[in-house]
């Protein structure tokens, strides 16, 4: 269901991870053994507030997001990411053309993410 959210040729850059498009290797990033064991561990992500830019058909959302595991003792931030969200409107809504997404850790890659 998630991989629905994208066009057909969409794609999903996590920096440093993978660089899935189309909806089938979008649906192996959270099929895949990294996410199911959060998952299994359980977690939770955190997005927004976003920032958006609209331009008729054409958005771009520029956001943080907050992934949560729990230990077995307690909840702890397992990633802090900058994203970026190009968003096109279609026939049958809204869906994302390509998400980025990259740590925070001081680099310039994931604040470029958050600029305009």
Known sequence: GV???WAEQGSYAVHGFADAVGREAVAGL???PVHQQ???DGCAHVLG???IDLEGDKATARG???VLRWTGQAFEVHRVSANR???ERGAGGWQVARRENALLQGD???RALLRN
């Open 3 to 5: 991989a629905m959210l």
């Open 30 to 32: 959270i099929t895949g």
């Open 38 to 40: 959060l998952l299994a």
């Open 49 to 51: 507030p976003v920032a």
């Open 64 to 66: 943080h997001s907050v």
């Open 85 to 87: 969200w190009l968003l």
């Open 108 to 110: 310039a890659a994931a």
